[in-house]
């Protein structure tokens, strides 16, 4: 069975672009989170869906959002990027809201 | 709202060694723990998780980590280290309305010498 799949793997943008980043959960998963890994924050939770509904979400600004279509798969997009955003942005998937968490490779993200 | 705390940025250890990796969280209700694990370049891996019952839990790759309450801990254990075990190693407790929305420790880097 395949993994958790994150396109781009890597990604250079420019300060004040907008970048939307794609995760592939595990075939038959239906939760999946968004995290970012920074060398100073460390990983920190974005958000969680479910069957297309946003269960929760992380202390991040209104730039970040995020949506799940009826195939499961996710996007998030981030607008007017920051310098800081430069990270690792990890997607998990589980089956569903209590099952373990599969983590993708990630997408880094640089902003310059 | 949950913490979770590693106190050991970095951890050398020589091959063939035990190993102990230390995890403290805060949280008010019963906790769902877990460790991961992430090697250069790579997402993160499950080793083992704590839901309910048996204190002391077995993951793969021959780790295992006993929950203490009365401490807050949820140490990671390896009677033998492999060079194969070097990368960093992460807590996380889940919120209790769904293991979705992890809190992390800010991770220890296992180093392994020959």
């Known amino acids: 069975k395949a993994g958790v799949t994150q396109t781009p793997r890597y990604l250079i943008k420019t300060r004040g672009q907008q970048v939307t980043l794609s995760c592939s959960p595990i075939s038959g998963h239906r939760s999946v989170s968004w995290y970012q890994q920074t060398p100073g924050q460390g990983l920190q939770f974005l958000f969680e869906?479910?069957?297309?509904?946003?269960?929760n979400k992380g202390n991040f600004p209104g730039r970040f959002s995020g949506r799940q279509f009826s195939n499961s798969r996710s996007e998030m997009n981030v607008s007017t990027l920051e310098l800081g955003d430069s990270a690792l942005y990890l997607c998990?998937?589980?089956?569903?809201?209590?099952?373990?968490?599969?983590f993708g490779p990630g997408t880094r993200l640089t902003v310059t | 709202a949950q913490s979770v705390t590693q106190p050991d940025i970095h951890i050398t250890v020589s091959e063939g060694a035990s190993l102990e990796l230390r995890c403290n969280y805060s949280?008010?209700?019963?906790?769902?723990l877990f460790w991961y694990v992430q090697s250069p370049g790579q997402g993160l891996q499950l080793l083992l998780k704590?839901?309910?019952?048996?204190?002391l839990v077995q993951g793969i790759k021959g780790f295992e980590a006993e929950f203490k309450r009365s401490q807050s801990s949820f140490n990671l254990r390896k009677p033998s280290v492999h060079w194969s075990d070097a990368a960093e190693y992460f807590c996380?407790?889940?919120?209790?309305?769904?293991?979705?929305?992890?809190?992390f420790g800010q991770g220890t880097i296992l180093t392994v010498h020959p």
């Open positions: 704590y839901f309910s019952g048996d204190t």
């Open positions: 998990a998937s589980s089956l569903d809201i209590w099952g373990e968490q599969y």
């Open positions: 996380a407790v889940g919120a209790g309305t769904s293991y979705g929305k992890l809190t």
């Open positions: 869906y479910f069957s297309e509904t946003q269960r």
């Open positions: 949280y008010g209700a019963t906790p769902y």
